[in-house]
């Protein structure tokens, strides 16, 4: 099915009734979790999803998880031995439909279940646009007035750069999204984010869009707590405190941004580090608060400049920051307006130098 889509590419993957509207999420907090992390083990970001998925199906007889090869285990194997656990019924394979398979999880979300919808690559994401986002999922809730609702369904996708992934498995698409009120868009950085903030999503009584970042599925290993807990959306996360400058970011780029905050404190200069988790809607009150106290500002994420997130981020501070941080340049250090390349993907990436850069000449400016 879905595997004739990418061809060789799989040889780089290895092995409750109906909710009312709200604008609140998890009440779970990341202290808890810290607290508790005692009781976790080590594990990849596939194998905490894996988790994750595990406590969603377990926890709620109206879960369901669908998608092309999902039943198997997926070409990423985050949901290896579902089926075998829960049964074909609630963990199945779909055709190769992006549109159909987000269309089916729509209705099953507004009969009342939590559905969790795998797009294979979010590449392929595109056909599912006008069920996710126009007429349908977005607006749900808010053409029926409240009425009915389809705020059970998650949708699932990996998305960005892994190395060798080419024009067409490596897209990073996740502003499309932010463009549409009415669904919430989620983006982990590690395997612990990863589990909390998906188990959150699935809970959510509104629909989420919950991009994975490929590059980390096996990349990225921490303990991870085995119990069920959740992590709070619209919630930014400040990962290294600092007073000379704040970077923003999310998924994947957040170790990069840290190994540039790292080497420009060599030079002296104190950079505050800000995982976003949400982009819609994101936390204005976290990134404003870390402006007002450094006055600069930097943006990273691997989608093209140009209509990238990282350019309504900085519209947003300047609109609220203008007299602290009008004498600096925002900086945006993020994929190049072109197609995303192949061997000239070293080039496009917003990597470690390049926002090591932005950051010295932000700061000097």
């Known amino acids: 099915m879905g595997l004739r889509r990418f061809g060789r590419l799989v040889k780089w993957v290895g092995g409750n009734g109906r909710r009312p509207f709200s604008t609140s999420s998890s009440s779970s907090c990341d202290e808890m979790m810290v607290q508790q992390i005692a ?3 080590s594990l990849n970001l596939y194998s905490a999803i894996n988790q994750a998925l595990h406590i969603a199906l377990e926890t709620d007889p109206r879960a369901y998880v669908f998608g092309e090869d999902v039943s198997f285990g997926g070409v990423f194997r985050c949901t290896t031995g579902l089926a075998d656990r829960f049964g074909k019924q609630r963990v199945f394979n779909t055709p190769l439909c992006e549109q159909g398979i987000v269309g089916f999880g729509i209705g099953l979300a507004a009969m009342g279940n939590q559905a969790v919808a795998e797009i294979q690559f979010a590449d392929y994401i595109f056909p599912a646009f006008d069920q996710a986002c126009i007429p349908s999922t977005a607006k749900f809730r808010y053409r029926s007035g409240n009425q009915f609702n389809c705020g059970g369904l998650t949708i699932r996708s990996p998305y960005g750069a892994v190395g060798h992934g080419g024009h067409y498995h490596s897209q990073s698409p996740e502003a499309f999204f ?21 188990l959150s999503c699935i809970r959510d009584p509104n629909p989420v869009v919950f991009f994975e970042p490929k590059w980390l599925y096996r990349l990225s290993v921490e ?3 085995e119990h069920d807990y959740m992590l709070p959306l619209s919630e930014a996360e400040i990962i290294r405190e ?6 923003v970011g999310w998924g994947a780029q957040l170790s990069i941004m840290e190994q ?13 580090l800000i995982d976003l988790r949400t982009l819609l809607p994101w ?6 608060a870390s402006v007002r106290k450094t006055g600069r500002l930097l943006i990273s994420h691997e989608a093209p400049v140009t209509g990238g997130f990282g350019a309504e981020i900085s519209a947003s501070i300047v609109e609220r920051c203008f007299l602290r941080a009008s004498t600096t340049p925002v900086a945006r250090v993020c994929g190049l307006d072109t197609p995303f390349p192949l061997v000239f993907e070293p080039f496009y990436m917003p990597n470690k130098n390049k926002i090591l850069d932005a950051i010295k000449s932000t700061v000097n400016y």
């Open 39 to 41: 009781s976790g083990k």
């Open 178 to 198: 932010c463009h549409a009120p009415g669904i919430k868009v989620v983006i982990p950085r590690s395997p612990r984010q990863a589990k909390g903030l998906l």
């Open 223 to 225: 303990e991870v707590p």
């Open 242 to 247: 600092g007073n000379d400058i704040t970077l």
């Open 260 to 272: 540039a905050c790292k080497d420009a404190e060599k030079d002296g200069i104190s950079c505050e």
């Open 283 to 288: 936390d204005k009150d976290t990134v404003e």
